[in-house]
């Protein structure tokens, strides 16, 4: 079976510009979740959705936004790019992301704003 | 808010040799604690859980003890490999749904 698959895996933007990341969890789970990792850092909690609803979110500017679709795939998009968002976008599913259940994490996309 | 807070690396041993990465958190409550383990060019793997006091979780031969006197979740291997080089992430869960908060990471490399 696939794991969590993202696309693209590399990515270059620059400053002022839009970028739409996609996620497709691992068939059958219903959850979806969107981290930051700064070159470093640990991963930051952006969004969880469950069932196309928004279900968390962490401390990110409204530049920061993101949807599921009815199959479950996920798209988190950032507007106005700017240096500070450089870093690798994980993307984790879980069967229902209820509290505690295991999570399946992504090899994530990089992204470099110049 | 909650914290984690681990040691920072790099921590570079040799095969064999035993391995410790300190982990403590700040949180309300009892949380769940977590190690999770990235290799290069990879996402992140669930390494091993403990979800309440004087809980013990192992994986792999990593062992760590859930202390809630001492707010702590250290990482022990006693005998490293090649390997086990990766960067390992201390984690805590103290809210609904799946939010983690991580550490800063602790990059370990194990030479031959």
């Known amino acids: 079976d696939a794991g969590v698959t993202q696309s693209p895996t590399h990515l270059i933007k620059t400053r002022g510009q839009q970028v739409t990341l996609r996620c497709s969890p691992i068939?059958?789970?219903?959850?979806v979740s969107w981290y930051q990792q700064v070159l470093g850092q640990g991963p930051q909690f952006i969004f969880q959705?469950?069932?196309?609803?928004?279900?968390g979110r962490g401390n990110f500017p409204d530049r920061f936004s993101a949807r599921q679709f009815p199959n479950y795939s996920s798209e988190l998009n950032v507007n106005a790019l700017l240096l500070g968002d450089s870093a690798l976008y994980l993307c984790a599913s879980s069967l229902t992301g209820d509290e505690g259940e295991k999570l399946f994490f992504g090899s994530g996309t990089q992204l470099s704003v110049l | 808010g909650n914290s984690v807070t681990q040691m920072e690396g790099p921590v570079t041993l040799s095969e064999e040799a035993f391995l410790t990465i300190n982990c403590t958190y700040t949180?309300?409550?009892?949380?769940?604690l977590f190690w999770y383990v990235q290799y290069p060019g990879e996402g992140l793997q669930l390494l091993l859980k403990?979800?309440?006091?004087?809980d013990k979780g192992s994986n792999k031969g990593f062992e760590a003890t859930y202390r809630k006197e001492t707010t702590s979740f250290h990482l022990e291997k006693g005998s490293v490999q090649v390997s086990d080089s990766a960067v390992y992430f201390c984690a805590l869960l103290k809210a609904a749904g799946n939010k983690l908060t991580f550490g800063g990471g602790t990059r370990v490399l194990v030479k031959p």
């Open positions: 068939s059958g789970h219903k959850s």
């Open positions: 403990a979800t309440k006091a004087d």
């Open positions: 959705y469950y069932e196309k609803e928004e279900r």
């Open positions: 949180a309300t409550g009892y949380p769940s």
